[in-house]
């Protein structure tokens, strides 16, 4: 089993900075994406920033230039630092990792798992 869990948002106001985190943990063998979406009003969700294994990064053109992805692959996990807030930041934010675990028979099994989701207010 492959758990994800997330931590960090809250209420800030605009300019203000906050930092995400998510941790993968579980039998896993290797991580090959961890990302950061955020859902909108119709509870579609987009990505706002992702990590390969390859150390290619991407971010939606949105939070160029103010958020920053980071990893930790000794630790599993994500980072996600948001700065110069915005209003249109807000929103629910998940973390979600892809990789391979080994299941009960020890066989590879490719794995996609979502965080429980972050609020993220930004309001004066």
């Known amino acids: 089993q492959v758990h994800v869990m997330e931590s960090g948002g809250g209420l800030v106001q605009p300019g203000g900075s906050l930092r995400l985190s998510c941790a993968a943990s579980?039998?896993?063998?290797?991580?090959?994406?961890m990302g950061w979406y955020r859902q909108d009003p119709k509870n579609e969700r987009e990505l706002v920033a992702g990590t390969f294994t390859t150390a290619h990064t991407t971010y939606a053109d949105s939070v160029k230039g103010r958020f920053t992805i980071s990893r930790d692959n000794a630790k599993n996990t994500v980072y996600l630092q948001m700065n110069s807030l915005k209003p249109e930041d807000t929103g629910i934010y998940y973390c979600k990792t892809t990789g391979y675990s080994r299941n009960n028979a020890g066989a590879m099994e490719k794995f996609d798992r979502w965080g429980q989701g972050s609020q993220v207010t930004v309001s004066s």
């Open positions: 579980g039998s896993i063998d290797n991580i090959i994406f």
